[in-house]
């Protein structure tokens, strides 16, 4: 099946600081997803991404769908203590399906 | 804000007993998902449900589980016969009706399934 990369697998930051992770695959997406998980929940959505090249801001997020389909990059701007969670990726072949493909996460920490 | 519940939040159960995991989608969403976690994993997919019936299942998905849609509002996965390895978060997901390409799924709090 497909596989997803997503790095860092963890990111230890100051307050304030930009973080930037990404993720990369073997095969093609259309769509491309971010979302953050805190401890004992679901995901939640933070952003989509429908079209190659596309670039997405939410806040102090941003996220691209990279030219080649194969890989997406999420960017948080000046980060603050209640960004700590884990950032998953995920992406999706829709002529297969409506299957989502997660990555393996990203665990963000936060010092104040 | 509409949300997908699920309950129960945490569900224990004995090797070999029956489970079964209850959602309810958001209100005018028309597709139905189930994923699971294992503890410190990723998560992956299960099955997807439209129309009343299976659209897509992953190999996870074996004779032991079944999705059903009883009534209007609710979306169920029954395990048979649960294994230790059936210990996981279990998330419901629904996305709404013929966006194509740009629906967009949206995940409950997900149920903690240990079997002992």
């Known amino acids: 099946g497909q596989q997803l990369n997503q790095s860092p697998q963890s990111m230890f930051i100051q307050e304030g600081e930009d973080v930037s992770m990404n993720c990369t695959s073997s095969s093609i997406f259309n769509t491309w997803l971010w979302y953050k998980q805190d401890p004992g929940e679901g995901p939640v959505l933070l952003i989509a991404?429908?079209?190659?090249?596309e670039l997405t801001s939410n806040g102090r997020l941003t996220a691209q769908f990279g030219i080649t389909r194969k890989d997406s990059f999420l960017n948080i701007s000046a980060s603050i203590p209640s960004d700590v969670g884990i950032y998953f990726c995920a992406g999706r072949w829709t002529p297969s399906g409506s299957r989502l493909t997660f990555g393996e996460g990203t665990q963000l920490t936060v010092n104040p | 804000e509409p949300e997908v519940t699920q309950t129960p939040s945490h569900q224990v159960t004995q090797m070999g007993q029956e489970v079964i995991l209850r959602c309810v989608p958001i209100?005018?969403?028309?597709?139905f998902y189930w994923y699971r976690q294992i503890l410190g994993q990723k998560v992956e997919f299960l099955v997807s449900f439209y129309n009343n019936e299976i659209s897509e299942k992953s190999e996870i998905f074996d004779d032991q589980f079944s999705v059903e849609r009883p009534d209007g509002s609710n979306f169920t996965l029954k395990i048979r016969s649960t294994k230790l390895e059936d210990s996981a978060m279990y998330f419901c997901?629904?996305?709404?009706?013929?966006?194509?390409?740009?629906?967009?799924?949206?995940f409950g709090p997900g149920t903690r399934l240990t079997v002992l």
């Open positions: 991404l429908y079209k190659a090249g």
């Open positions: 209100s005018n969403h028309l597709y």
């Open positions: 997901a629904s996305s709404e009706p013929g966006q194509g390409s740009t629906d967009t799924q949206y």
